[in-house]
């Protein structure tokens, strides 16, 4: 069985979700596949904070990037906006705006 892409929807939605929660206008979010991405920092060496995984047409899993860079599940698999609302409130270090060497905040 093919996997499910995002869809347009998919990726407005989340973009809108972090639009209108303050504190975390800096999370920009990519489609990739199957993905929506949650990054900030420049488009050309972004910073990779978390990515949402669509497993069904209902259903997606939460990763978030490990202080290596690797992905790791986060254990949890729900509608995307339960998954949105489970990372402001549970995971909220995870979109923490993050320096790199040489940039300003």
Do not use: C, N, Y
């Not at 069985?1 to 303050?22: G, V």
């Amino acid at each position: 069985m093919p996997k499910l892409a995002a869809e347009p929807f998919d990726l407005e939605s989340t973009q809108h979700f972090f639009r209108i929660r303050e504190g975390f206008e800096h999370i920009r979010v990519r489609k990739h596949g199957d993905l929506l991405v949650l990054e900030s920092g420049p488009k050309t060496d972004p910073v990779h904070h978390a990515r949402l995984r669509r497993v069904t047409r209902q259903w997606w899993t939460l990763e978030v990037v490990t202080h290596t860079g690797q992905w790791q599940s986060a254990g949890l698999r729900h509608p995307r906006m339960q998954v949105l609302e489970a990372l402001v409130a549970d995971f909220p270090w995870v979109l923490t705006p993050i320096a790199k060497p040489g940039t300003d905040f």
